[in-house]
């Protein structure tokens, strides 16, 4: 089912319930070419016969600028020109680096997404956000382009290992938490393994729900001037952590939360059982809520965040669950508040 949706920097092809292989009755084999990264290279060669591809090493390490430089001069070698469409096949990793490659290469080539992790399928795949890392700065350097398509083709979730299922939980978490106090009881109802193990049609309606949640956001507020800020709800800890820790993003996410939930008590009266009965979640999820880290570190690479505005931050908080709210925090609440979760856990 293809569902045309409009942003405002442009229109996106949602390739709902699809597979991978109807690709081909769209676009053309010959003006393609595949960027993914080694493990799905090896799991999915079949899908890839007979396709032009470039395949980089996994993990977030690879999201950075010597990356876009080496892909763009492999690009060249291949003779790429306006007229390829650039396919990234991944997760977040992935589509990230193909839509600032795609927006910078030949000041912009066409390109689309096949997420194939949880968490691209439910977020990093959707909204035009491309960014990389600099050093220990999260997806510093960025876009706002829209893709072709997006094709969701859940089978891929078959291979997903363990571990990527609860990081793609900490981000429909986080829809339950800003936006939806109906899943996000439907969520404490349920664990991990029903979703993972036994409920296809159940997670296939949750992938759409906070698809669905992403979408209306983006459309609203595609630059992140307003409503689209909550989605950064958990994140801001979540970047100041992730890279100086090496976390995976979703286990960032999760401890970002919790600290969120911390400061929301103190800023915008979110009940302590709240946030307890967030941790709970997500330890239903596999999620970590706790972490050992060093605040004044973490608080040092936070002043640098993309949402600072002189000495605030704009700070994603709760108001109850599935109400999220935008509070400018100054530095030192901030300071104070990653200091007490450093001393709580
Ligand atoms: N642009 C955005 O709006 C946005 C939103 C959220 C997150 N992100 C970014 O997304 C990234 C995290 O994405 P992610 O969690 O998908 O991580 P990822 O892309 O690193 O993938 C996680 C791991 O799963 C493996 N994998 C992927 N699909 C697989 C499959 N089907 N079978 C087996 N293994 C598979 C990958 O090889 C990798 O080792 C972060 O860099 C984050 O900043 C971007």
Redesign the pocket.
């Known amino acids: 089912m293809v569902q045309q949706i409009a942003f405002p920097s442009g229109n996106v092809d949602f390739m709902f319930g699809s597979s991978f292989d109807e690709l081909w009755q769209t676009y053309d084999k010959q003006q393609v070419v595949i960027i993914t990264?080694?493990?799905?290279a090896k799991?999915?060669a079949r899908l890839f016969k007979g396709l032009k591809i470039l395949v980089i090493p996994?993990?977030?390490s690879?999201?950075d600028l010597h990356t876009i430089g080496s892909l763009a001069r492999q690009l060249l070698e291949m003779q790429a020109t306006r007229k390829t469409m650039l396919i990234g096949v991944?997760?977040?990793?992935?589509?990230?680096i193909v839509?600032f490659l795609a927006t910078v290469y030949l000041r912009g080539v066409a390109f689309g997404f096949v997420?194939?992790?949880?968490?691209?399928m439910v977020?990093?795949?959707?909204?035009?956000?491309?960014?990389v890392?600099s050093g220990m700065h999260?997806?510093i350097l960025?876009t706002i382009t829209q893709p072709k398509f997006i094709l969701y083709d859940v089978r891929?979730?078959?291979?997903?290992?363990d571990?990527?299922w609860s990081?793609?939980f900490a981000?429909i978490i986080k829809y339950a938490c800003i936006f939806d106090a109906d899943m996000f009881a439907d969520l404490a109802g349920h664990n991990i393994s029903c979703y993972q193990d036994h409920d296809d049609a159940a997670l296939i309606e949750l992938i759409n729900k906070c698809a669905g949640w992403?979408i209306r956001t983006v459309q609203e507020d595609e630059k992140e001037t307003g409503i689209r800020k909550l989605?950064n709800f958990g994140?801001t800890a979540a970047?100041a952590i992730?890279n100086l820790y090496e976390l995976?993003?979703?286990k960032a996410v999760g401890i970002g939360m919790v600290i969120a939930a911390m400061i929301s008590e103190d800023v915008s009266g979110l009940d302590r059982r709240a946030t307890d009965k967030l941790k709970t979640l997500l330890s239903q999820y596999h999620l970590p809520v706790q972490l050992k880290f060093n605040a004044k570190k973490a608080m040092d690479i936070l002043k640098m965040d993309k949402k600072r505005v002189d000495d605030k931050i704009d700070y994603i908080v709760l108001e109850q669950p599935g109400k999220g709210a935008v509070h400018a925090l100054p530095f030192d609440k901030i300071e104070k508040a990653l200091a007490a979760y450093e001393s709580n856990h």
């Open positions: 990264n080694e493990h799905i799991l999915y996994p993990g977030e690879s999201k991944g997760g977040g990793v992935i589509t990230d839509g997420p194939t992790t949880l968490l691209g977020d990093a795949a959707i909204g035009g956000k491309n960014g890392n999260k997806n960025g891929f979730l078959d291979t997903l290992p571990d990527e990081n793609g981000e992403k989605l994140h970047h992730e995976p993003h979703g």
